[in-house]
């Protein structure tokens, strides 16, 4: 699962990659971006800022609401739920990303290993948002199995991601023509195993439901 990505480019870069209206003015996020944290959008032919994470409201032991927990991917298999249907049939988008970290090596000592697409400077994951009491507009990234891809040596999942000629099918088409689009990507990707520590705060998130 994704608990961490790269979009280093600018939001005007972003705005005319994917032909769209840069909304997010005065919008703050940082080239990594983290669960719980801000994030880019493209919906309804915006580039919007939005918190990357569904909240999950859960209880403590004396039934007391805790702080919400960002629920950032969602499981192809799961967008009929409860919990993914309304926004999978009515609210669908694209994560601008430039990469993806996984975690990997001994508990303790993981470090980030990065994956992209060879020769894109930006590229497109599937997403799904909607509003929220506790954070306003927040998204989540549609994950799929990675078997049969580059990305299976790192992780048993990965983002689905989309070919400029299928982004429209997913803002726009039916849920019935979304849906086949949720698969691994099966074209080359680059996988660069780093030494850089695995951050604390990117794996200690809930991530996947």
Known sequence: MCNLYRMTQTRSEVAAWFDAVDA???????????????????ADGNLLAMTWGFPLVLKGAKGQ??????VNNARTDKLGTFFW??????????????GWAEAQGAKGRMTR????????ELFAAAGVWRQSDEWGACYSMVMTDSAGTDAAEVHERMPVLLAPE???QWLEGTPDKALPLCRGWTAPL???????????????????L
């Open 190 to 208: 680059v996988i660069d195993r780093t030494d850089q520590p695995w951050a604390k705060g990117a794996a200690a998130q809930p991530g996947l």
């Open 85 to 98: 249907r309304h926004s999978f049939e009515e609210r669908r988008c694209l994560i601008p990303l430039t």
């Open 166 to 168: 299928d982004q429209s």
């Open 113 to 120: 290993t990065w994956l992209s697409l060879p020769d894109a």
């Open 24 to 42: 997010a003015e005065g919008a703050n996020f940082g080239e990594e971006v983290y669960p719980g944290y801000p994030g880019l959008v493209v």
């Open 65 to 70: 609401p805790l702080k919400p927990k960002p």
